[in-house]
């Protein structure tokens, strides 16, 4: 006779399996900084994820990564102070050189990471057949660029042929000067361009938390109008400020729904093949996370 316990297993297996082949052949992109790579467990719990959905589920999975405190650290130690705007770091020539650098190195391992789980991967910068072209955004903010226009096409040659592009966001203007993109906008949109099912931004918190210091303040689910409304609340930090506006931005623009979610165990598999969730989901519809759209 099963057990209650078994029943709940059984069912929660079903409906797993039931949006794992809802969202195949879907794109979500995955985007993730250097905390990440902090933690040796938490990245490969990460890995795990990539790989279920890409080669279980069917889903066409693209990640874009930052460097984010590893930058910081390098920086310091090169007397170099970090400053930011509205969350995005100013970039004189000798930043720049950090960012390349540990961005590139970032790329590496998780491709090796991807490709040693037995998942196939190709580490790409955003120059890399013209994917992002850019314009400096302000003189204050130096060698930082907006994107101006997306080439997708090497990026859906690699997903078609079972590749999980990694990419990081170092792209170029038109005279071929480089530029530090943000991560969380370049991740966003990319999505947008590839006409993706989802935005999924992992950070070191929970999701969009009401209070920092209280994981348990974690707002589950934003529509457009309230992710808007709160993008100025107290509570929004500077580094939070830009995930939301992505996923605004993401959401605007034809995705059908944006994630924040922390780093804990499988986040990203609880967050889209199941009920109630990981973080926090920014959708265009004033509907609670619950069965009928948690994942929709």
Known sequence: MRTEENEKVRDDLEKALYYATKFANKVFVVKFSGEVLADEGIMDLVISDLITLKYEAGINVVVVHGGGKRITSIMDKFGLKARFIDGLRVTDEDTLEVVQAVLSDFNQKIVWSINQ???????IS????????????????GFVGSIEKIDSELVALLTRNEYIPVIYPIGADEEGILLNINADHGASELACCLHAEKLIILTPVRGVLRDINDENSLIPTLTLSEAKSILEASFITEGMKPKIESCIAAVENGVKSAHIIGLKTHAILQEVLTETGSGTMITNLSLEKNASIANS
């Open 117 to 123: 789980k037995g998942g196939k991967a190709v580490g």
């Open 126 to 141: 955003a120059v890399s057949g013209n994917l992002f072209t850019a314009r400096k955004i302000h003189p204050d903010l």
